[in-house]
Structure formats: C-alpha cells, structure tokens
C-alpha cells in the first residue's frame, strides 16, 4: 500500500527558511521521478519541484525557480523541499507524489494522496 507522509510546514517570516520532508513507503522509491506539489483552496495542485530517480536532475515552476531546492534519500525513503525567502503567495498545502509522464509534463502517480503539509508565509 502507497503511503506518502509529509511533515515540516509551519508558519514562516519571508527572510525565513522551511524543510519539508516526505516519507515515502509501499513502492521502491528510487525507481521513480518526485516531485512536490501545492494547492490553495480553489485551486487546482500545482507541481512546483521534480527531482529524477537517482537525483541527477532537477525542474521548478518559473514562481520558485531559484528559492526551492528538492533532494531525496532513496536509502531513507524520503524527499525534501526547502523552500527560502518564501513569499506570501508560497502558503499552501504540500504534498508529494511519485510523478510520471514526459520531464516537461509530468502527472502525479498515485492517486492516494498524503495529508499535506500547511505552508503559511507571514510577517
């Protein structure tokens, strides 16, 4: 059974920075491209990170291009997201999946989603 668990989101000051972390279990993670998505309410989740299997590449939304960095640790089963300067228009719930589909458009794998993690950006 797929289970993804994310942790890590709190509230955080613009010049602060977040770890999030994804614990991953029920597949072989390093067999497959990650990624890390986020949604508002009323809007459709969005990918904002990718990283392929072994980690050699990495692909961000133009919003977080050069603030977000993803990694992973197949021999832990996890994957990360540290997100610095974060903006205001950053709060959302996280969530990670298992991505599939050509590098430039990847679709989420599995459609048991984890709880998220809430990501709010305040002052």
């Known amino acids: 059974q797929v289970q993804l668990v994310e942790s890590g989101g709190g509230l955080v000051q613009p010049e602060g920075r977040l770890r999030l972390s994804c614990a991953v279990s029920?597949?072989?993670?390093?067999?497959?491209?990650m990624a890390w998505y986020r949604q508002t309410q009323g809007k459709d989740r969005e990918l904002v990170a990718a990283?392929?299997?072994?980690?050699?590449?990495?692909r961000y939304a133009d919003s977080v291009v050069g603030r977000y960095l993803i990694s992973r640790d197949n021999a832990q089963n996890m994957v990360f997201l540290e997100i610095n300067l974060p903006k205001e228009e950053d709060t959302a719930v996280y969530y990670c999946?298992?991505?599939?589909?050509?590098?430039?458009?990847?679709?989420?794998?599995?459609?048991?989603w984890g709880q998220g993690t809430q990501v709010t950006v305040a002052s």
């Open positions: 999946n298992a991505a599939q589909g050509s590098w430039t458009q990847l679709v989420p794998k599995y459609d048991a």
């Open positions: 029920g597949f072989t993670l390093e067999n497959y491209v």
């Open positions: 990283i392929t299997s072994l980690g050699t590449s990495t």
